[in-house]
């Protein structure tokens, strides 16, 4: 099993840069591919971006591609999402998950463990 903690959310001007990180426990962590999610009120969430297990291949949502950065330290059990040249439509709670099935998934519903989510709103 595996707990995941979110930080690093808060209010940003438009442009602006946040730092999302997430701390996972267990001795495993390195068995998930792992990913980060947004949702917003009255919406599905909303693939972001994805790192596989050693951190060689990511994957990102068309919306995020060039602005946002995820990544992966398999010694510290983090994993973080750099995100940069914000816009107000990036405004959502962002969540950190743990797959643990084959390949590196976009799909919410593959993932087994999720963090309890962080606020990230950018103001116009």
């Known amino acids: 099993q595996v707990q995941l903690v979110e930080s690093g959310g808060g209010l940003v001007q438009a442009g602006g840069s946040l730092r999302l990180s997430c701390a996972a426990s267990g001795r495993t962590f390195s068995r998930y591919a792992m990913g980060w999610f947004r949702q917003t009120p009255g919406k599905e969430r909303e693939f972001v971006a994805s790192?596989?297990?050693?951190?060689?291949?990511?994957y990102y949502a068309d919306s995020v591609k060039g602005r946002f950065t995820i990544s992966r330290d398999n010694a510290k059990n983090t994993v973080d999402l750099q995100m940069n040249s914000l816009k107000p439509e990036d405004t959502a709670v962002y969540y950190c998950a743990a797959d643990s099935t084959v390949g590196v998934s976009r799909n919410a519903r593959e993932y087994d463990y999720w963090g309890q989510g962080t606020q990230v709103t950018v103001s116009s």
């Open positions: 790192v596989s297990r050693s951190a060689a291949n990511t």
